[in-house]
């Protein structure tokens, strides 16, 4: 009985593991009750309604450990036989859990196809570490599986999830990112020799937007602009809307990059009139963001180069509310940061302590490296510009050489000016030439990495 309980889980129900054991139910609930006065489990509630816990980890590990191989795996595939023959709403919405005991089982194809439906709805409610997991696991399984066109398409179809979950828990431009950036490109490639189409077009424009996110946050400015202008062609070959927004969007950013502001916020104008909640905002998964929080972001800040202060607000208190609205983490994140920095564009300083403390408790209930990081720059920032010199000193030496880690050589960038301002705020014209040196580094970095 211990051992049937261990193989479904620390904690598991009355009616599982009775479905699963097959036992008269005096029989199951005399062993229950002899387990329980050995302290071995805990119960809540009364049979057939009862749940049962092992009292720690370590019982369950010692009576999962007395399986033998081939005992484990036939009772791990009974198990999932009964769940999904007598739990069908469990089985539909713990798929992470069925494909921990197909993996047990040793029914990895079946196994790797749940592992990527659980990492898919684990992205969709933002449990961004879960779903890196969950689709890590997926993509691994397939790998070591003999190949077939189904499969491929399923590898293809994870690897670019993978990369959106990434893209937040270790940041747009991380090593892992790329690597599993250009995994998704080579398995794409592969395909397209074996003359098998995708099944979905969006994921060849996910792809290239990882590479552009990448670029950007990098900041190659060549790069960018002409990826930019290869997803807008794309998107306009194929007239699909929601490619075509986040073309404008991205084209627009690239123009905001290289100082072309006007046309910069054309672009942006675009892609906003182009989209459409009811059927857009179901990309936010594919695309790192809500498309229209990312693009009032972006806009906002155009519009605040070009002088209109107010258009500039009012697009960031639009963009917070719909991130609020929407409910998904990483757009929210991303809204926060941005609206930070916004604010202090506008030099109005209140806001913004506030919205770096949800992003920085956002960001560590997610583990999302990068915001994480970006948010404590931030706060290094609102400390230069208020007259905290020596805390925005600290916090902003540490968060350029984890960004520079981080190969986000964008926010290094404007966390040296922030830098710069700190050290002539709090140290006088003493140490002018520091800050000096820090504008030269970010122009440095704004131009690509050369002078």
Not at 98 to 103: D, E, I, Y
Not at 419 to 447: C, P, Y
Request: hydrophobic share 45%; proline share 2%; glycine share 8%.
């Amino acid at each position: 009985m211990a051992q049937v309980g261990a193989a479904i889980g620390r904690e598991f129900s009355h009616t599982l593991l009775a479905a699963a054991i097959a036992k008269p139910e005096a029989d199951l609930r005399s062993a229950l009750d002899r387990l329980i006065s050995a302290g071995l489990l805990f119960r809540q509630g009364l049979a057939p309604h009862a749940s049962y816990l092992f009292k720690h980890a370590l019982v369950q590990d010692a009576a999962y450990g007395t399986l033998l191989r081939e005992s484990r795996r036939a009772l791990h595939a009974r198990i999932v036989e009964t769940i999904e023959r007598d739990f069908s709403e469990v089985a539909e919405n713990q798929p992470e859990l069925l494909a921990r005991h197909c993996t047990e089982a040793g029914a990895l194809g079946k196994a790797a196809s749940l592992w990527g439906r659980a990492g898919h709805r684990s992205l969709e409610r933002s449990a961004l570490i879960e779903a890196a997991q969950q689709l890590s696991l997926a993509v691994h399984q397939i790998a070591n599986l003999p190949s077939t066109p189904a499969l491929r398409r399923e590898q293809i179809r994870f690897q670019v999830a993978l990369v959106n979950a990434q893209m937040h828990t270790n940041g747009y431009a991380a090593t892992a990112t790329k690597k599993s950036l250009n995994q998704a490109r080579l398995l794409m490639e592969q395909a397209e020799e074996l003359g098998e189409p995708l099944d979905d077009p969006l994921l060849l424009f996910s792809v290239l937007f990882g590479f552009w996110v990448a670029n950007f946050n990098h900041f190659h400015r060549d790069v960018v602009c002409g990826l930019a202008v290869e997803f807008l062609g794309l998107a306009e070959k194929q007239k699909a809307i929601g490619p075509m927004i986040v073309a404008h969007r991205l084209v627009g950013s690239s123009l905001l990059l290289s100082g072309d502001i006007t046309k910069a916020r054309s672009h942006f104008d675009q892609a906003i009139a182009l989209y459409d909640p009811m059927t857009h905002r179901l990309l936010a998964t594919r695309f790192g963001q809500d498309l229209r929080v990312a693009t009032l972001c972006s806009r906002s800040s155009a519009l605040w180069h070009l002088g209109y202060l107010e258009s500039a607000r009012h697009d960031t208190e639009r963009a917070l509310k719909d991130a609020r609205e929407i409910g998904q983490a990483a757009t929210l994140m991303f809204a926060l940061f941005y609206a930070s920095g916004n604010y202090l564009h506008f030099r109005d300083y209140a806001p913004v302590n506030s919205l770096i403390d949800e992003l920085l408790l956002l960001a560590e209930e997610k583990s999302a490296a990068l915001w994480k990081l970006l948010g404590s720059c931030a706060r290094g920032a609102l400390f230069a510009v208020t007259g905290r010199g020596s805390n925005a000193v600290q916090m902003l030496e540490k968060g350029i050489a984890a960004l520079e880690a981080n190969h986000t050589t964008l926010g290094r960038a404007c966390s040296i000016n922030f830098r710069g301002d700190a050290i002539f705020n709090h140290d006088g014209q003493s140490r002018a030439s520091k800050r000096s040196r820090g504008f030269g580094l970010a122009l440095i970095d704004a131009n690509g990495g050369t002078a």
